[in-house]
């Protein structure tokens, strides 16, 4: 079955670092696949998505390249703000709108 | 921008308790969802809902479970009668296949059984 696994939190980093978080999936076919976040008190957002390999989602300026030979989604910023405080998650899709097969989710806090 | 809408934002119920939950999906969206989340652990699928019937359901959606459309607007979760397992965050989540869009979610409701 489909499945996705991403780097345990939390990860903690300072203002304008650099953040990585790791996302490994497994599926039949070509998935699409989706960063959410979710802020505190909210609901899950879409950050950004890729359909198909080599595929690059960027959005708010974090980016993530479909990669078919690592099966891999990595989500990455170049300089994190407070504001960017959240919890993402990593997901996937055996189709680009149906049912999403989370990964568990990854809290990020980001200190001034 | 159009937004999925939920409430109430938190329920408390107690164990053996029927309750519903209620959602707004975006109004030109045909496809429905459910979603929970227990605390601290993933988001997990429920079921999908399209043209008034179950799309799919997973195997926590159990007979205690049931969604309905009652008018054009609203989509419900109902537990008929919560167990303290039941206690999650519900997450309603809609989408327009026809123009290829990815789920939309709501805030979700905080669901805690006693």
């Known amino acids: 079955g489909n499945s996705v696994t991403q780097m345990e939190g939390p990860v903690t980093l300072s203002e304008e670092a650099f953040l990585t978080i790791n996302c490994t999936y497994t599926?039949?076919?070509?998935?699409?696949l989706f960063w959410y976040v979710q802020y505190p008190g909210e609901g899950l957002q879409l950050l950004l998505k890729?359909?198909?390999?080599?595929d690059k989602g960027s959005n708010k300026g974090f980016e993530a390249t479909y990669r078919k030979e690592t099966t891999s989604f990595h989500l990455e910023k170049g300089s994190v703000q407070v504001s960017d405080s959240a919890v993402y998650f990593c997901?996937?899709?055996?189709?680009?709108?149906?049912?999403?097969?989370f990964g568990a989710g990854t809290q990020v806090v980001v200190t001034p | 921008e159009p937004e999925v809408t939920q409430t109430p934002s938190h329920q408390v119920t107690q164990m053996g308790q029927e309750v519903i939950l209620r959602c707004v999906p975006i109004?030109?969206?045909?496809?429905f969802y459910w979603y929970r989340q227990i605390l601290g652990q993933k988001v997990e699928f429920l079921v999908s809902?399209?043209?008034?019937?179950?799309?799919?359901k997973s195997e926590i959606f159990d007979d205690q479970f049931s969604v309905e459309r009652p008018d054009g607007s609203n989509f419900t979760l109902k537990i008929r009668s919560t167990k303290l397992e039941d206690s999650a965050m519900y997450f309603c989540?809609?989408?327009?296949?026809?123009?290829?869009?990815?789920?939309?979610f709501g805030n979700g409701t905080r669901l805690t059984v006693t």
């Open positions: 997901a996937l899709t055996p189709d680009s709108w149906g049912k999403l097969q």
């Open positions: 890729a359909t198909k390999a080599d």
């Open positions: 989540a809609s989408s327009d296949r026809e123009n290829n869009s990815p789920l939309h």
């Open positions: 109004s030109n969206h045909l496809y």
């Open positions: 599926a039949t076919g070509y998935p699409s």
């Open positions: 809902f399209y043209n008034n019937e179950i799309s799919e």
